[in-house]
C-alpha cells in the first residue's frame, strides 16, 4: 500500500481481555517494528521482523505480549491478560531494509485502552 | 544503553518567527544517525530532517535545520519561519548503526505551538 496502515484505530478493552493490533507495512519493506507510546512519553521500541523472523524481541515487556508476521508482510500485535499499564497508543513502522541509514515510515498507530 | 533528552516539554513560537528545540543524547558509538521527527494530533511520525554523525555539515531541509555538535553530544532543531502547520510535537530520536540493533531511541518530546 501506499503507507503503513493499522487497524483499529482505537480499541477499548477490559482488563484481563486478549487483543490483536494489526500493521499492514508498506509493500516490500522487509523490516517491520512495533513501539509503544505512553501519554506524553516518547515511543519506545518492543519488536522488530527482518522478513518471518523476530530480529530482535528485547523490548517486549513481558510473556504477554506477543508478535508475528507469518508471511513477512502484515504483522500482529498480540496482548493477553491486558492490565490497565498496557493502555498506549502502539505504533507500527516499516522500512526497505533493516538499517540504521534507512527511514522508517510510521503508521498512525492504535489507541488501546484498558479500563 | 543510549539515552536521548529532551528538557523542553513545552514551546511556543509567533507565526513567522524562528524557533530552536534542544535535543542532547549520551552515547559510547561513533557511527550513529539523529533525526527529529514530528507528531501531529493524527498520531503519525514524520521525519523533518536527520543528521548521520560522521557528516561535519549540519543537515538542512528547507525551514528545517540542526545544529550538531558532536562533542557536546548536542542535536538541535532550528525552524525558521515558523508555520501554523508546524504545531506539533517534535521528538529528537538516535540510532547506533554498530551491531545488530536496529531500534530507536526517542526522547520524551517536545510541544511545539506555533501562535497566530
Known amino acids: 500500500g501506499a503507507g503503513v496502515s493499522q487497524t483499529p484505530s482505537n480499541k477499548v478493552t477490559e482488563k484481563g481481555k486478549y487483543v490483536e493490533l494489526r500493521c499492514d507495512p508498506i509493500?516490500?519493506?522487509?523490516?517491520l517494528y512495533w513501539y509503544r507510546q505512553s501519554l506524553g512519553q516518547g515511543p519506545e521500541f518492543l519488536i522488530y521482523f527482518q522478513g518471518t523472523g523476530a530480529a530482535d524481541d528485547s523490548g517486549l515487556p513481558n510473556d504477554r505480549f506477543f508478535a508475528v508476521r507469518p508471511e513477512g508482510s502484515v504483522s500482529t500485535l498480540k496482548i493477553q491478560r491486558t492490565e490497565r499499564g498496557d493502555s498506549a497508543v502502539y505504533l507500527c513502522?516499516?522500512?526497505?531494509?533493516?538499517?540504521?541509514?534507512?527511514?522508517?515510515?510510521f503508521g498512525a498507530g492504535s489507541r488501546l485502552t484498558v479500563l | 544503553a543510549q539515552t536521548v533528552t529532551q528538557s523542553q516539554p513545552e514551546m511556543s513560537v509567533q507565526e513567522a518567527e524562528t524557533v530552536t528545540l534542544s535535543c542532547t543524547y549520551d552515547?559510547?558509538?561513533?557511527?550513529?544517525?539523529l533525526f527529529w521527527y514530528k507528531q501531529p494530533p493524527s498520531r503519525q511520525m514524520i521525519l523533518v530532517i536527520r543528521?548521520?554523525?560522521?557528516?561535519?555539515q549540519n543537515a538542512t531541509e528547507n525551514r528545517f535545520s540542526v545544529n550538531f555538535q558532536k562533542a557536546a553530544k548536542s542535536f538541535s532543531l532550528k525552524i525558521s519561519d515558523s508555520q501554523l502547520g508546524d504545531t506539533a510535537m517534535y521528538f529528537c530520536a538516535f540510532i547506533s548503526l554498530s551491531g545488530s540493533a536496529r531500534q530507536l531511541t526517542f526522547g520524551s518530546g517536545t510541544q511545539l505551538t506555533v501562535l497566530p
Open positions: 513502522a516499516s522500512s526497505l531494509i533493516p538499517s540504521g541509514a534507512n527511514v522508517l515510515t
Open positions: 543528521q548521520e554523525a560522521y557528516k561535519q
Open positions: 509493500s516490500g519493506h522487509t523490516a
Open positions: 552515547t559510547s558509538e561513533n557511527n550513529y544517525y
